[in-house]
């Protein structure tokens, strides 16, 4: 399972006319099946690699991702086998 920083553009203020780049934590598996970190986006990296620096802290010590109650899932990798299997390859 690999874990990383991922960031987007978003549209901050009123009426959206801002744009912000804002980063969010992904894992992958092995497949290309991801998943987001819960109640986590910031438009501040450091903040962002702070949370990535915990999570794998954790990882290391033998630790693992409850996928089921902290993650959402999103888009597979593209051309990924979990891709794949949702599209037509």
């Known amino acids: 399972m690999e874990v990383a920083v991922r960031s987007q553009l978003v549209h ?3 009426f959206n006319r801002n ?3 804002a980063f969010e934590i992904v ?3 092995e497949y ?3 998943w987001t970190l819960n109640r986590f986006a910031t438009i501040e990296k450091w903040e ?3 949370k990535l620096s ?3 802290a954790h990882l290391n010590k033998g630790g693992a991702l409850n996928l089921l109650d902290h ?3 999103t888009e597979p990798r ?3 086998e979990a891709y794949c299997s949702m599209n037509d390859c």
């Open 12 to 14: 901050i203020g009123h």
């Open 19 to 21: 744009v912000a780049e």
């Open 27 to 29: 894992c992958e598996d």
């Open 32 to 34: 290309g099946y991801r």
């Open 48 to 50: 962002a690699d702070r």
């Open 54 to 56: 915990q999570i794998q």
């Open 71 to 73: 993650w959402s899932t």
């Open 78 to 80: 593209y051309g990924s």
